[in-house]
């Protein structure tokens, strides 16, 4: 009755821990955050897992409003003549909403790089 579900819960199972028994026999280094940085050779000035200072998030605002804008307008230019003005209003809208997001950035500093 349940024949699939177990199959399929038996699979997954199988699959993960034949991953995770993979990783462990070719894993190069049992604590990854002490050993050496792979690609560039360089060594670390800091831990993995430091913070970020608060002054990056306004900025992380500001490049999300516009990487968010230009999701959506390159399909949005594709198909503008065949909507009509309706799909002009919803855009315009949209772009309102995002320069809500950009004035907050501005007033919090994110375009201050001193």
């Known amino acids: 009755m349940y024949f699939g579900a177990v199959s399929m819960l038996v699979t997954a199972l199988a699959g993960v821990s034949g991953l995770y028994l993979i990783h462990r026999l070719t894993a ?3 604590t990854p955050l002490v050993s050496l940085p792979f690609q560039s050779g360089w060594l670390p000035e800091q831990h993995a897992l430091s913070r970020f200072h608060v002054r990056w998030y306004p900025a992380t605002v500001l490049f999300l409003a516009f990487d968010v804008e230009m999701l959506f307008m390159y399909p949005w230019a594709a198909v503008v003549a065949d909507m ?11 772009l309102a909403a995002l320069l809500v997001a950009v004035v907050w950035a501005w007033r919090e500093g994110a ?3 001193v």
């Open 84 to 94: 009509g003005i309706s799909s002009i209003v919803e855009m315009f809208t949209f």
């Open 111 to 113: 375009l201050r790089w």
């Open 28 to 30: 190069v280094d049992a």
